[in-house]
C-alpha cells in the first residue's frame, strides 16, 4: 500500500531497521518535521542518508530507498535544541519526492516485497554468518558478545543481517550501502566477506603488538642499563633528583591496569620528561601533569557497605526524619545486592536551608563505607572548573570533579554537588549542560577531563545533588533527577531534634561529663524567640552560644527560660501580631527558607483611579492582583461606583524579600473586601491559594511548609483551595490537631464566612 510521509536528511548518520539512535536537532526545519510527523503522521519520519554529504542534494540526487523509523521520545534542551530518540521500523521504496512546504520534503513510499530464497541455501548462508561473527567477537576481546545471543535467537535472515550491520564499526558509507540494499542474502553475503577483512586486520594488529612486546621487552633492558648509570652519576657528583621521579612514575605506571592508548600517553610523557631540562618551563609543566594524571586511582574502589540495617541504624543515629532519603537509599542497597552492576541513583535533595540537606549526604557517604567530597557550585558560570582548562593556558589544572576523585583516591565516591538551583548561565557557557554529561552514567564512564585529556570512569560515583527551590533547578538536569523534596520541621519535630541530636552533639564537643536538664517549655520558648528558619542549623548555634555561657558563669546545670533571656538577646517572639482595622490579611507563603506568615495590607483614599502596588512584586503577583480586582468588580461584592476617584494601595509587608507565585490572589482579594466593607479578618486566619477571574480557587505548592509556618505563630484557621485537599495527609497530625482547615472550591463561601453581614 503507498502512502506518502515526511522525509529528514541525516548526514554521516545511517539508520537501520531495529536500530535505535538518539541525535540532537538545531536547525528549525529539522524540527518542524518531528512536529509535524508527531501530530499529522503518527510520530513517524522517513529517514534518508544522501551519500554525496559535502553538498545540500537536489530532489533528483536522493535515494530510492529509504527507513521509516518511528520518534520514541523528544526533549526540548535548554539550548534550544531537540533531543530526539528514533528506532528504525522497515525499509521503503520511494515511489516520488516532492516538495511539502518551507523547504520540507515528503515523499510517497510503498512496501519492499522480499524476495524468497532458497531454503537449504539460505540456511547454509545463515549458519556462515553466524560462525564468522562468533569468530570476529572470539578474536576481538573489547568487543561485546552481546549480539550472539541475538543472532542465534532469530532466525529471520533480513533482520539478522540488518542488526549484525548495526554491531559491527563500520564507516558511515558502508552502512548506507547496507541500508540501500533490500536482498537479504546479498547483504548477508557481503558482511561475511567484510567480517573476514576485519579478520584479517585484527591478526595483522595482533602481529604487530607482538612485535611491539618484544620492543618494550628491550626498553626494561634499557631500564637497567638507566639505573646503572644512574649510580656511575651518583659517584661522579652528576647525579640528578630527578631521575628519581622517572624510575617512581615508571614504576607506577607499570602498576596501573590503564587501557592501550592513556598507557601510551602517560609513557610518552614520562620519556618526554626524563629528556627535558629541569631549567626549562616546560619541565614544571610537564611533571605537574604527570603527577596529576599518574596518580589518579584509575583501579581503586572502596569495599561498601550493603548491610541495609547497618546502613539504617546509622543514618538514623545522625538525622531525625528525612525518611524518604533514608528509604531510597534503602531501595538501592537492596537492588545493588541482587546486581552489583546497577546504576547509581542521581538523587536531588530539594528544601529550605538548615534541614540537612548536606550533612545526610555526607552520613549517607560515611554508611555505605563510601569517601566523601562537597562541591559548590552556586554562582558558577564557568563550565571549565567542572572539567579542567587546556594545558595550553598558563596555570591549567583539573576541573572539580578530577580533583575530588583525586581528593578521595577511590572511583566510588559520595559526591555531594551543592545549590544547583544558583548556577548562572552567561557567555562562558551552561554548567548544567556540562554537568549532565557528567552526571549521565551512560556517558560518564569516558569522563574527559580538559587538562587530563584520557577517559576516566564516573560510572561508579554517586551524586547527590541539593538546591533551595525545585522551580529553580536547570531544565537540563531536572529530567535526569530524582527529586526528593524535603519540608520544613514543625516546632515538636524541632524539640525531638535539640534533645536526641544536637544536645547530645554538644556535649561530645564540649567534653561535657555532666548532662544539662533542660524541659521542652525552655526549648519550646526558645524556639519561638529566637528562631524562625525551617531547619535547625540557627537553633544548634543558640544552643551552643547558651551553654557556653551556662557552663563559664554558674555551676547549675538547669536552664531555665529565665537563664536563656539572661544570657541571649532578647528575640523577636515568633507569633502573629493582633490585627487591629480591617483591610489586613495574613497571607501564607513558601520561599528559599521555607513557609513563611506574611502580612498584606490595604489601603483606600480619595485620588485618581489608580492601583499603587509594594513590597517586592514580581510579575505573577502583580497579575494575582489585576485578577482579583476584576472578580471584585464583576461579582458585584460591592458597588463598582467605590472604585470611582479613589486610589487602592495594597502594601506586602517584608519588603527586603522578593515575592511572587501564584498563591496569594485569595488573601489579596479578602484583604481588599475587608477594606471596602470595613469588616476586620481575625489575625487567626489566614490564606493561601490563588483564585480564577469567576472566583475558583486554584491548587498552590508547598502546602505542608505553609502549613507548619501558619501553626508556628499561633494562626488557628486556614483556607486552602478544594484540590489541595488531598494533601493534607502529609502533614504532621499534631499541627492538623491545632489547625481548621477549610477546603473551598469557590471564593463565595469565604466571602459567607467573612464578610455577608446579613448571614452575620
Not at 552492576?341 to 545526610?360: A, W
Request: a neutral charge; hydrophobic letters at 35%; aromatic letters at 8%.
Amino acid at each position: 500500500m503507498d502512502y506518502s510521509i515526511l522525509v529528514m536528511l541525516l548526514k554521516n548518520l545511517v539508520i537501520l531497521p531495529f536500530q535505535e539512535i538518539k541525535i540532537e536537532l538545531k536547525d528549525e526545519i529539522s524540527k518542524k518535521i518531528i512536529k509535524v510527523s508527531s501530530k499529522k503522521y503518527n510520530n513517524r519520519v522517513l529517514i534518508v542518508s544522501p551519500k554525496n554529504e559535502s553538498l545540500t542534494p537536489s530532489i533528483e540526487d536522493l535515494p530510492l530507498v529509504g527507513v521509516i523509523a518511528v520518534i520514541k521520545s523528544k526533549i526540548e534542551l535548554s539550548n534550544g535544541n531537540l533531543r530526539l530518540t528514533l528506532r528504525g521500523e522497515k525499509r521503503v521504496k520511494i515511489l516520488q519526492y516532492k516538495a511539502f512546504n518551507d523547504d520540507i520534503i515528503n515523499a510517497y513510499v510503498g512496501d519492499i516485497v522480499i524476495p524468497k530464497f532458497e531454503a537449504q541455501g539460505e540456511e547454509v548462508i545463515k549458519n556462515k554468518l553466524r560462525n564468522i561473527l562468533k569468530e570476529y567477537i572470539d578474536l576481538m576481546p573489547n568487543i561485546s558478545n552481546s549480539i550472539l545471543k541475538i543472532v542465534e535467537d532469530n532466525d529471520d535472515l533480513d533482520f539478522l543481517t540488518d542488526a549484525i550491520t548495526t554491531f559491527l564499526p563500520l564507516k558511515p558509507i558502508q552502512k548506507l550501502n547496507y541500508m540501500q540494499e533490500v536482498n537479504s542474502e546479498k547483504r548477508a553475503l557481503s558482511l561475511i566477506k567484510d567480517i573476514k577483512l576485519e579478520i584479517k586486520h585484527q591478526e595483522l594488529e595482533e602481529k604487530i603488538d607482538n612485535n611491539i612486546e618484544v620492543r618494550l621487552s628491550k626498553e626494561q633492558e634499557e631500564y637497567y642499563l638507566k639505573e646503572k648509570l644512574k649510580e656511575i652519576q651518583n659517584i661522579l657528583g652528576d647525579y640528578n633528583e630527578t631521575n628519581d621521579d622517572i624510575v617512581e612514575y615508571y614504576q607506577k605506571l607499570q602498576s596501573l591496569d590503564l587501557n592501550k592508548k592513556t598507557y601510551n600517553k602517560l609513557n610518552d610523557s614520562i620519556k618526554k620528561l626524563q629528556n627535558t631540562p629541569s631549567s626549562s618551563p616546560e619541565h614544571a609543566v610537564l611533571k605537574s601533569y604527570i603527577d596529576w594524571t599518574i596518580n589518579l586511582p584509575w583501579n581503586i574502589l572502596s569495599k561498601e557497605n550493603l548491610n541495609v540495617k547497618s546502613v539504617l541504624t546509622k543514618l538514623n543515629k545522625s538525622h531525625f526524619g528525612l525518611n524518604e532519603v533514608k528509604n531510597r537509599i534503602e531501595d538501592y542497597i537492596n537492588i545493588k545486592s541482587l546486581n552489583p552492576l546497577i546504576s547509581n541513583p542521581i538523587i536531588c535533595l530539594v528544601g529550605p536551608p538548615g534541614i540537612g540537606k548536606t550533612t545526610i549526604t555526607e552520613s549517607i557517604a560515611n554508611a555505605l563505607n563510601r569517601e566523601y567530597y562537597k562541591i559548590s557550585v552556586g554562582g558558577l558560570n564557568d563550565a571549565t572548573e567542572l572539567v579542567g582548562s587546556r594545558r595550553t593556558y598558563l596555570g591549567s589544572m583539573p576541573g572539580k570533579i578530577i580533583q575530588a576523585i583525586k581528593k578521595c583516591n577511590t572511583r566510588n565516591p559520595v559526591i555531594l554537588i551543592d545549590e544547583i538551583d544558583k548556577m548562572i548561565r552567561d557567555y562562558k557557557g551552561d554548567p548544567a549542560n556540562t554537568l549532565l554529561d557528567i552526571l549521565d552514567s551512560n556517558q560518564n564512564k569516558n569522563f574527559i577531563d580538559n587538562y587530563i585529556e584520557e577517559p576516566f570512569d564516573l560510572s561508579q560515583v554517586m551524586f547527590v545533588l541539593t538546591a533551595n527551590d525545585v522551580k529553580d533547578i536547570p531544565y537540563a538536569l531536572f529530567d535526569r533527577l530524582e527529586i526528593i523534596e524535603l519540608s520544613s520541621y514543625n516546632i515538636f519535630e524541632k524539640v525531638d531534634i535539640v534533645k536526641k541530636y544536637i544536645l547530645p552533639k554538644i556535649y561530645t564537643e564540649f567534653n561535657m561529663k555532666r548532662k544539662l536538664i533542660i524541659k521542652d517549655e525552655t526549648i519550646m520558648y526558645i524556639i519561638n524567640n529566637y528562631t524562625k528558619e525551617a531547619g535547625v542549623r540557627n537553633l544548634e548555634r543558640i544552643f551552643k552560644k547558651l551553654i557556653t555561657k551556662l557552663i563559664t558563669s554558674t555551676t547549675h546545670m538547669t536552664i531555665t527560660e529565665i537563664d536563656v533571656k539572661n544570657y541571649l538577646k532578647e528575640g523577636e517572639k515568633l507569633e502573629n501580631k493582633e490585627i487591629t482595622s480591617s483591610g489586613v490579611v495574613n497571607l501564607l507563603a513558601y520561599t528559599n527558607t521555607g513557609g513563611e506568615v506574611t502580612r498584606l495590607e490595604c489601603a483606600f483614599y480619595n485620588g485618581d483611579e489608580k492601583v499603587i502596588l509594594t513590597g517586592q512584586l514580581g510579575e505573577v503577583l502583580k497579575e494575582s492582583v489585576s485578577v482579583a480586582l476584576s472578580f471584585i468588580k464583576e461579582k458585584n461584592y460591592v458597588s463598582n461606583t467605590m472604585f470611582y476617584n479613589h486610589t487602592l494601595h495594597l502594601h506586602f509587608l517584608n519588603s527586603f524579600i522578593k515575592k511572587d507565585g501564584p498563591s496569594c490572589g485569595v488573601g489579596i482579594v479578602s484583604a481588599i473586601l475587608s477594606r471596602l466593607l470595613d469588616i476586620k479578618v481575625s489575625e487567626d486566619i489566614s490564606f493561601t491559594g490563588e483564585i480564577s477571574i469567576k472566583g475558583d480557587l486554584i491548587k498552590i505548592g508547598a502546602l505542608k511548609e505553609k502549613l507548619i509556618a501558619a501553626y508556628n505563630v499561633g494562626i488557628k484557621k486556614i483556607y486552602i483551595p478544594l484540590d489541595n485537599e488531598k494533601d493534607l495527609k502529609d502533614i504532621p497530625k499534631n499541627v492538623l490537631d491545632n489547625l481548621e482547615i477549610k477546603a473551598i472550591k469557590n471564593y463565595d463561601t469565604i466571602f459567607n464566612d467573612l464578610f455577608n453581614k446579613e448571614k452575620k
